[in-house]
């Protein structure tokens, strides 16, 4: 069947340590997106990506890198200077194209915890 | 993007139609209303969207005012599994914009036996 699919569903980082959370695509959407969800809250968009080798930051990209090697796949790494990475973090991805409405379509996601 | 009220909570019962409203007064002409609902613990699930004209899919129907000053979704008849938190979001036509979607606080439905 067709998805997204984030891995792994749980990870947990030690202190300093860096971590790269997997999300893949085979919907062939050229957008994807990686969001933060905070208990109680809203999502909050860390990076976003139009095509391939392509990206751009969102409102709380500092401490997180990205990239966009393949269309199918936009990996997100959150590194040690991320002061307060234990969250609920959420890929999604869309179909561009002009004039293009397209919904975003959303992983099951990764929750990251800090030991 | 415009900003978008929802009240924090509402129960329904199961069998019946859930009306979920939505204000966004300040919306403009070149925004879509979006609604997605999240069960806990997992990814938010798209539902519906509309500009101007009302929608209806296999899963609810959107109804928008004429001034698009507000929104409604209903799920004609709901069930236990449609038990969630509901985010009406308003976001601008993806071409001028970088395609972010804002959720505020949602609705939290419970559907009651």
């Known amino acids: 069947d067709g998805g997204i699919t984030q891995s792994p569903k749980y990870l947990f980082r030690k202190e300093g340590q860096n971590v790269t959370l997997s999300c893949e695509q085979n919907l062939n959407h050229d957008a994807m997106y990686w969001y933060r969800q905070d208990p109680g809250q809203g999502l909050r968009l860390i990076y976003y990506s139009q095509i391939v080798n392509d990206f751009q930051k969102g409102d709380i990209a500092e401490g997180y890198s990205v990239s966009r090697e393949k269309k199918e796949s936009f990996p997100l790494t959150v590194t040690s200077a991320q002061k307060n990475p234990t969250a609920f973090y959420l890929c999604?991805?869309?179909?561009?194209?002009?004039?293009?409405?397209?919904?975003?379509?959303f992983g099951d996601g990764t929750r990251l915890s800090i030991l | 993007d415009a900003k978008t009220t929802q009240p924090p909570s509402m129960d329904c019962a199961e069998g019946r139609a859930a009306n979920l409203p939505c204000n966004h007064s300040t919306i403009s002409g070149n925004e879509y209303v979006y609604w997605y609902r999240q069960i806990h613990s997992q990814g938010p699930q798209y539902i519906i969207h509309g500009l101007k004209n009302n929608e209806t899919n296999e899963m609810a129907s959107l109804i928008i005012t004429e001034d698009r000053k507000s929104s409604t979704l209903i799920l004609p008849h709901a069930t236990l599994r449609d038990t969630a938190v509901y985010y009406c979001?308003?976001?601008?036509?993806?071409?001028?914009?970088?395609?972010?979607?804002?959720f505020g606080g949602g609705t939290r439905v419970l559907v009651k036996p």
């Open positions: 999604a991805s869309s179909l561009q194209g002009p004039g293009s409405n397209q919904p975003q379509h």
């Open positions: 979001i308003v976001r601008v036509d993806p071409k001028a914009a970088g395609n972010k979607l804002t």
